[in-house]
């Protein structure tokens, strides 16, 4: 069966220091990879997403970027963390099969900046 | 460009009564519409979706969804409502294959006993 994983759940970093969240599904191939943020609670706001590897579509400039290294892995990172990236982060893809068009979420991570 | 609107910050219903918690949407094709439900500090879960065919489908946990092409909505139905059913709400857009997933601003829903 397929799975995604997101970690770490929970995060607490410095203004200015370096972010890297990582993603991974199992269970599938070529999935539909996305970031999403989540603030306050609330609405979901898209960041990246990547139909391939090293393919990234970026929805939002901002502080933050993401790579696909390989086929079921997606990582967010920043150099330079800012107070208004706090926020919920969740991995999703889009499967069980192409074209299902349903997403899948990971638990999420949550990062507060201080 | 693709977007979705929830007009409704909050919905209180009572227990036993039907809900509805509203949804409109703007693409330039068609549409690819969903519904998820998020629980406190969780991922979201599916609960149904509309690509075409009948406009009135059917989703987890009692739930249902009306495609209404002319109003440009999609409307999230329960006949009678359980305080478990209490949590955040999310409609989401796409048009198809190729195409990322946009999400509304979510509702959050309360039923109370």
């Known amino acids: 069966s397929q799975t995604i994983h997101q970690w770490p759940a929970t995060l607490v970093q410095p203004v200015g220091s370096p972010l890297s969240l990582e993603c991974t599904v199992e269970?599938?191939?070529?999935?539909?990879l996305y970031w999403y943020r989540q603030a306050a609670g609330r609405g979901l706001q898209l960041l990246f997403y990547?139909?391939?590897?090293?393919?990234i579509s970026s929805e939002v400039p901002q502080n933050l970027s993401a790579s696909r290294p390989q086929d079921r892995q997606f990582i967010l990172s920043s150099k330079k963390l800012l107070l208004s990236d706090s926020g919920f982060y969740l991995c999703?893809?889009?499967?069980?099969?192409?074209?299902?068009?349903?997403?899948?979420f990971g638990a999420g991570s949550r990062l507060t900046v201080l | 460009a693709q977007s979705v609107a929830q007009p409704e910050d909050q919905v209180n219903v009572a227990e036993g009564n039907p809900l509805t918690v509203k949804c409109t949407y703007s693409?330039?094709?068609?549409?690819?519409l969903f519904w998820y439900v998020q629980y406190p500090n969780r991922g979201l879960q599916f609960l149904l979706k509309?690509?075409?065919?009948?406009?009135l489908v059917k989703g987890s946990y009692g739930f249902e969804a009306e495609f209404n092409k002319s109003q440009t909505s999609f409307h999230l139905k329960k006949p009678s409502a359980l305080v478990s059913d209490s949590a955040l709400y999310f409609c989401?857009?796409?048009?198809?294959?190729?195409?990322?997933?946009?999400f509304g601003k979510g509702t959050r829903l309360l039923v109370k006993p």
């Open positions: 999703a893809w889009e499967g069980p099969n192409v074209g299902a068009n349903v997403l899948t």
């Open positions: 269970g599938t191939s070529n999935p539909n």
């Open positions: 990547s139909v391939g590897i090293g393919q």
């Open positions: 693409v330039s094709g068609n549409p690819y």
């Open positions: 509309y690509i075409t065919g009948d406009n």
């Open positions: 989401a857009v796409s048009e198809g294959q190729g195409f990322s997933f946009i």
